[in-house]
């Protein structure tokens, strides 16, 4: 039973944007913090940004903040990440899980690969 599917990925050119979407099973989303992560080609997964089941507590990795946004729309059991000015280095696979994140919830992410 898949808990979590992201969306929205797909091959940029450096200074572009996109947004990714992952809608997940309410009982997953409800009250929970939701996270982005991604793993680049050779690297470990690593954290991007978090919001809380409210929004008004955020967290951004230093390597994305000022062109990254996190949000969500709870009653679409939702989370979004706005990516603005992106870089070679942001190409990874994107996952969404909660925060901190559960075994379980990881799904087959999206990929976004920022080339020219």
Not at 31 to 57: C, H, L, T
Request: proline share 4%.
């Amino acid at each position: 039973q898949v808990q979590l599917a992201e969306s929205g990925g797909g091959l940029v050119q450096p200074g572009g944007s996109l947004r990714l979407s992952c809608t997940a099973s309410r009982v997953v989303f409800r009250g929970s913090n939701m996270a982005w992560y991604r793993q680049a080609p050779g690297k470990e997964r690593e954290f991007v940004a978090s919001i809380g089941w409210r929004s008004g507590d955020k967290s951004t990795a230093d390597s994305v903040k000022g062109r990254f946004t996190i949000s969500r729309d709870n009653d679409k059991n939702t989370v979004y990440q706005h990516m603005n000015n992106l870089k070679p280095e942001d190409t990874a696979v994107y996952f969404c899980n909660t925060h901190p994140p559960a075994r379980e919830f990881w799904g087959r992410g999206t990929q976004v690969t920022v080339s020219s």
